[in-house]
């Protein structure tokens, strides 16, 4: 007796009397714009329940709402400091939950929707359907009298929002088993900020080592604090979302470059989907092999280095400032705070690969040397100027220090004393 169920191997398949309905399984297939982000969302959850090394299902604990209050009121404490230090009164505003990996997964995609859209766009545009934009569903290649280009067309047309959908959610759900909370990773999150810590994380993370809880979860409180208040400055997320934007949309599809780099793309010379479309069959992809980063490279033009080295800069000044403000506050408020920082710092190191092709894919690499520009100039800022002076940077977006400032604090404040706020 076999195994298979009454439909056969394909049961869960809509089916027309001739075998596939491809109308029904286009319908299921359409996206109202180039990502398909219920696909995303669903993969982003799977791949926060699962096991990063072997994707088995793991435990995605509910969120324990005692612990979460204990939490939540350090957080309230850490954004009273961080307000007084910084100037930022928005800080003390921005909300705060606690998360399970899950929820932290949809947070991030709703944030990063303005920027994997753009890239999404950038890269469907070969395979738009004819006379359809990104913005709205094809129109049905399968009705009657339809021919062959625009089934081929329809067809790339509904799977590619599907192929980008499967990116972003995988790209979430492997971040979501590291990311302790919203602003691990420097992404540009659209919409007003808020802080998302994810509990199941941050208690392995203090298990591993080896940490007092209360003190390591104020160290991440007053760390997220920080570039939550940074955010709330609203032409810094601004200018994170437009710079990260303006990046990915420069990316192109160069065949030659690609073909060079990534060899397997003989392999689909011989790949026929309107055959097997023609026989009722669903057309099924040669087994390949992509290495991320080559497809980044062969994608990579000249017109995005200006727009690099420009998220750099700003890159380096937002993460010097971050430190400068922490030094400050930690000296003082946590007694452990070297070997805390040391732990959160290794975290961050060993991020994954995930993470760093994140960063590659959305132009938000820092070397050491940069990062250690921007430490330099806020620090000679604060040596001239005090704290108080450094916190001019939020005053205007003008405030950005340039090339030449960031090697020359003394540069920036006598430019921002004569540059009076609107």
Known sequence: MSDQPPDGPFGQFPFGPGG???SEIFRMLQSPGPVNWELAREIAQNLAAGDPETGEPRD?????????????????????HVAGATGLAEAAAVPVQVVT???WTTITLDGLRPVLEALATTMAKPFGAPGGGLDQPAANPFSAGADAPDLLAGVMGALTPMLFGVQAGSLAGLLSQHALGQFDLPLPLGGEPRLAFVQSNIDAFTNDWSLAPNDLMFALALREVVHAAQRSV?????RLVRLCTDYVTKYELNPDVLMERMP???QLEDFDPMEALQQGELPQMPAIDVDPEALLAGMRTPAQEPVLAELARFGAVLGGYADAVLDALESSLLPDAARIEEALRRHRVERGQAAEFVDSMLGLEIDREQYERGHAFCGGVIERAGLVGLNRLWEREAHVPTEAELD???????????????
């Open 20 to 22: 596939f309905d491809l």
């Open 264 to 266: 397997f793309l003989d």
């Open 60 to 80: 995605d604990p509910a969120v324990d709402a005692q612990r979460a209050d204990s939490l939540i009121a350090l957080v309230r404490a850490a954004q009273t």
């Open 408 to 422: 020359a604090p003394g540069l920036w404040i006598a430019r921002v004393e004569l540059d009076l706020p609107d």
């Open 101 to 103: 990996r899950r929820e």
């Open 234 to 238: 609203r032409w810094v997320r601004q």
